[in-house]
């Protein structure tokens, strides 16, 4: 998470640098850049946390499964088991 606010950070820093370099405008021009820097450095910081969050929903499904297998061979071990119980105990036709 660390790498990702660095990353908006640099893309803040860069945007600001930016519109400091264009030339004088008139104010409203100036205030409809600032909106639109502002709305890109915002989509930027959502994609971002997405990743982020995206990245953290992969990790737990992945500690899920891996946590999980051993059971679900345990558990497939003795439904086996039980199966074979089942069928020695049926008569045959």
């Known amino acids: 998470m660390k ?3 660095l990353f ?3 893309c803040t820093a860069v945007l600001a640098v930016g ?3 264009s030339p004088p405008e008139e104010p409203k021009a100036l205030v ?3 909106q639109e ?3 890109k450095a915002t989509d930027m910081a959502k ?5 982020v969050r995206d990245s953290e929903a992969a990790q737990q499904a992945r500690q899920w ?5 051993e059971l ?6 003795w439904l086996k088991e039980k199966l074979a119980e089942l069928l020695k105990k049926t008569p045959a036709p």
């Open 3 to 5: 790498a990702s606010l």
């Open 8 to 10: 908006l950070l640099a």
């Open 19 to 21: 519109a400091r370099a």
């Open 32 to 34: 409809q850049k600032v």
């Open 37 to 39: 820097l502002a709305q």
């Open 47 to 51: 994609d971002a946390f997405s990743r």
């Open 65 to 69: 499964l891996s946590d999980n297998a």
């Open 72 to 77: 679900a061979k345990q558990r497939l071990v």
